[in-house]
């Protein structure tokens, strides 16, 4: 990789593509788990805070359940509350406590002391074997496409180790947990809503975020793909690709309306460009990228890294 490529300013670009893939990662949880994107961030946020002691370090995990390698014993997890989860996502504690309710009657968690664990018995099942199958094969492709357009975290790569496909499902799902409750934050948006948004950009500018010419040329920070080069998307093709019903894609969307982050034209929806450089947005988007960056780090440690073959010769 050239010295310029290296110093070139690809922040606009990288959020792009991380954007892409927070959204393309919000369908695969949904098609895996509840079609309801609220409750399988519920999922999530509870896993994450049953493990965190454990996967803490970034080495395998030597403990297994029911001899499944990278899966921590039940007796390991660590219960979490309610209002925890709630506070987590930054939801309101009834709507957590009503999906948490479903979720103990259909099984796929418990109660223990107090709290609430998602057993290994449900992370085994198959759906979820197969996520984790995905989501590796998503995450190899979203490495690849950032270090060919100059992004790399290849510094970092250590050789993978046998548990490689559970440390990828862990960090991907903290990533996409961290990055729509940050945005929600920011936005000042519900995590529906801010998924939604973001659906909206990754249609309005996916010609030119998978373009190399137009990747590199709108990458840096100053430079904003114009109008011309934005295609508008319906509400119903939003909910669709998210899975949502259409009436709460719908919602989601006047509520953007409402706070100016979208505009409805002929075409369908597009984000403006003067939302593009509102203070929020741009921190927002610089966020994201950070988050990104310390997401790329995380996997070349895990044995995930963009490495092109040097030139023969």
């Known amino acids: 990789m050239s010295e310029e490529i290296e110093r070139a300013d690809r922040r606009r670009l990288l959020s792009r593509l991380a954007g892409d893939y927070h959204v ?30 454990v996967t803490a370090s970034p080495g395998s995990i030597a403990h297994t359940y029911e001899g499944v390698p990278g899966v921590p014993a039940d007796a390991l997890r660590i219960p979490v509350s309610v209002y925890a989860v709630a506070k987590d996502l930054g939801l309101p504690y009834e709507n957590i406590r ?28 198959q759906s979820n074997l197969d996520l984790i199958a995905e989501t590796q094969t998503a995450t190899e492709s979203f490495v690849a496409e950032a270090g060919r357009f100059g992004v790399s975290a290849a510094a970092h790569y250590q050789p993978p180790t046998p548990g490689l496909p559970r440390q990828v499902i862990r960090l991907a799902m903290n990533y996409f947990l961290d990055a729509t ?15 939604v948004l973001r659906a909206i950009n990754m249609a309005n500018l996916s010609q030119v975020t998978h373009d190399p010419a137009r990747a590199v040329a709108y ?40 706070r100016g982050l979208v505009q409805r034209g ?11 450089n509102r203070p929020e947005v741009v921190a927002g988007i610089l966020h994201l990228v950070t988050l990104t960056e310390t997401f790329l780090a995380d996997l070349a440690r895990a044995g995930i890294a963009y490495r092109p073959s040097p030139a023969p010769g």
Not at 182 to 189: E, N, Q, R, S, Y
Not at 266 to 276: D, N, Y
């Open 98 to 125: 009503r999906r948490v309710k479903k979720l103990l009657d259909a099984g796929v968690c418990v109660t223990i002391d107090g709290g609430v664990v998602v057993p290994g018995a449900t992370v085994v099942r």
């Open 181 to 195: 409750c940050h945005g929600a934050k920011v936005l000042d948006l519900d995590v529906v809503a801010v998924l």
């Open 24 to 53: 393309q990662t919000a369908r695969r949880v949904s098609l895996a788990m509840s079609r309801d994107i609220v409750t399988d961030m519920t999922i999530l946020a509870i896993t994450r805070a049953n493990v965190r002691e």
């Open 266 to 276: 002929r075409g369908g929806l597009t984000l403006p460009l003067e939302v593009i």
């Open 219 to 258: 990458g840096g920070m100053d430079v904003v793909p114009p109008e011309s080069e934005r295609q508008a998307v319906s509400v119903y093709s939003i909910g669709r690709f998210l899975l949502m019903p259409y009436e709460t894609a719908r919602r989601a969307v006047l509520r953007l309306e409402q």
